[in-house]
C-alpha cells in the first residue's frame, strides 16, 4: 500500500483551480519530488495534506486514513518544513529544538536528548545557545527541517527548503537530505532540478494544478525523448510562448 495517495484531490480558491484533480501514489520510504512553477499548486497540495487546507473535492490517503475525515490521526505521523519558516526567532537554537518535541509529547528529558542529537546530525552544535534569528537563511533552513523531524515522523514534507540559498548552504543541506534517505518518506517541492537529480527517487510535474508526468528521471526521459530533465520540465509546463 502507498504511504500517500492522492485520490483527484482537488483545491478551488473561487474560480481558480489551484489543484485540479491530482492523483498520485508515493511509497514509503521514497524521497519524492514535486516540481512546478510558481503557482502551479505544490504549497496547496502540502497543505491539504497536512491538514491545514481542505480539500474542495477528492481525498488523499495517508497510511491509509483519509485526510478528510481521520486529519487527527494522521497528523502525528507527519511533519513540515514549511515554505515560510516555522521557527521562534527569539528562542535558542537548541529551545526551538525542545519546543516542539515536547509538543509531540515528549518528556522534557526525552526532548533534551533528541535536541542534542538533532544538533549533531544538523551540525548546529556550535550555535546550540544562538537565538535563531542570528542564523544565516541556511543555518535557519536547517534548523527548521530538524524541527520537522524531532518529532520522528513517518512523513516529512519539505516546502522550497533551499529556496535563497547560496551554493555551499544548498549543498551542505542535500547532504544531510541524502542522509535521511529511506529513513522517513519525503515529499520535496523545489526549484531546483540539480536537486532533484541529486535526492530524489521519483518525481512529479504539475502545472496549473493538473499532473503532468510521474516517473523516475529514467522514465520521464523514456516517456518525452527527451534527455535533460530542464527539457522536459519546459515541455510539459506553460510559460511564454518565446520558448
Ligand atoms: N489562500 C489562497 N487564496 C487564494 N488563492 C490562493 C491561495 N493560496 C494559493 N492560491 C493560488 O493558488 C495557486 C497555487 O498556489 P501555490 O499552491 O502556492 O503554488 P506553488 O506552491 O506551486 O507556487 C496560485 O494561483 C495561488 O495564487
Ligand atoms: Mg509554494
Not at 502551479?40 to 488523499?60: N, Q, V
Not at 518544513?81 to 515536547?102: C, G, H, M, R, W
Not at 520522528?152 to 549543498?171: K, M, N, S, W
Request: glycine fraction near 6%; aromatic fraction near 6%; hydrophobic fraction near 40%.
Amino acid at each position: 500500500m502507498s504511504i500517500i495517495r492522492l485520490k483527484n484531490l482537488s483545491k478551488n480558491f473561487k474560480e481558480r483551480k489551484a489543484v485540479d484533480n491530482l492523483s498520485l501514489d508515493i511509497e514509503k520510504g521514497e524521497f519524492f519530488a514535486l516540481l512546478g512553477f510558481n503557482g502551479a499548486g505544490k504549497t496547496t497540495t502540502i497543505k491539504m495534506l497536512t491538514g491545514l487546507l481542505e480539500p474542495s473535492s477528492g481525498d488523499a490517503y495517508i497510511d491509509g486514513m483519509s485526510i478528510v475525515s481521520d486529519m487527527d490521526n494522521i497528523k502525528p505521523i507527519l511533519n513540515i518544513s514549511p515554505q515560510e519558516t516555522a521557527v521562534a526567532p527569539n528562542l535558542s537554537v537548541y529551545d526551538n529544538l525542545v519546543f516542539i518535541a515536547k509538543i509531540y509529547g515528549f518528556s522534557d528529558l526525552e526532548a533534551r536528548e533528541k535536541a542534542s542529537s538533532m544538533l549533531k546530525k544538523f551540525n548546529l552544535d556550535s550555535r546550540k545557545k544562538d537565538k535563531a534569528k542570528k542564523l544565516s537563511g541556511g543555518l535557519m533552513r536547517r534548523l527548521s527541517i530538524a524541527m520537522a523531524l524531532i518529532t520522528e515522523p513517518r512523513i516529512v514534507f519539505l516546502d522550497e527548503p533551499t529556496l535563497g540559498l547560496d551554493v555551499r548552504a544548498r549543498r551542505e543541506l542535500w547532504y544531510i537530505l541524502k542522509g535521511l534517505k529511506g529513513e522517513v518518506t519525503v515529499l520535496l517541492t523545489t526549484h531546483y532540478l540539480e536537486e532533484v537529480e541529486a535526492l530524489s527517487d521519483r518525481i512529479a510535474i504539475i502545472d496549473n494544478g493538473k499532473l503532468k508526468i510521474v516517473g523516475t528521471i529514467e522514465q520521464l526521459k523514456e516517456k518525452t525523448g527527451l534527455e535533460k530533465l530542464e527539457d522536459i520540465f519546459l515541455s510539459l509546463t506553460e510559460g511564454d510562448k518565446i520558448l
